[in-house]
């Protein structure tokens, strides 16, 4: 194994396929401790992939996964190495939150007991106990006073902005953000983007985010990584990436999404 203690998330040769399609390719990838990295490529690259497989959504078929030094997909038992069992994918995932694209929230409780359900059944919290946790994220997200309504009641932005409380209202060590921002109308954007900026400067939260927001990639980043046919063509900090980009794979897609992005 690999002596890099820092490494919070350590891919090695991971496979993962969806029928005859190969959609990570012998993926090696790291994030350190406390960073803030970010992935961006081509629509189909498998971004998606490596966060859902990180929080267990979709299993792997090859290679092996650590998350914060322990094996994500699998467990020692008589010191080898076999398939994790359902308890063991349920106390990994206490490492990591995540945010969805789509929000994803209970759309039959309020804002306060999407926050709360989980601190209470998975971590044991009391009730108290998960409603002061569910103001104090609130807070931070700027909603402290939208607790009582349900999530039909608030705007997109809003309606995300609870998701990433809730998230957070588990105490992860990992945030993981899958385009956090695609399904928002373009004046909701902002108020997301700064609540996650917001978090990356005052916490020392370890966070991989997929975005299609090169500017804010550019100013969250400690390291872009440049996805391409399930693996990574080039990474390095977000000036080398955007500024001068090695591979001729990324200049393109970066010259693609300028021209796509300039106003006519
Ligand atoms: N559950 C699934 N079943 C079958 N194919 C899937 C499944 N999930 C993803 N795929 C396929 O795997 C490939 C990678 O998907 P993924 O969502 O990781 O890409 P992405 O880089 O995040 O793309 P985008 O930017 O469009 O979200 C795509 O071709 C997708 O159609």
Redesign the pocket.
Known sequence: MNDDTNAIIRFEKVVKR??D?T?LDGLDFEVHKGEKVTII??????????LRILMTL?SIDSGLIHVAGKPLWHQYRNDKLVPADEAHLREMRKEMGMVFQQFNLFPHMTVRRNITEAPVHVLGLSRKQARERAHEYLELVGLADQADKFPSQLSGGQQQRVAIARALAMHPNIMLFD?PTSALDPELVGEVLNVIQRLSEEHDLTMLL?T?EMQFAKQISDRVCF?DQGNIVEQGPPEQIFSEPRQERTREFLRGFLDATAPA
Not at 41 to 50: E, L, Q
């Open positions: 969806f029928g399609a959609v490529g081509p629509s189909g690259s498998g971004k998606s992939t490596v979709e385009e997929v299609h996805f």
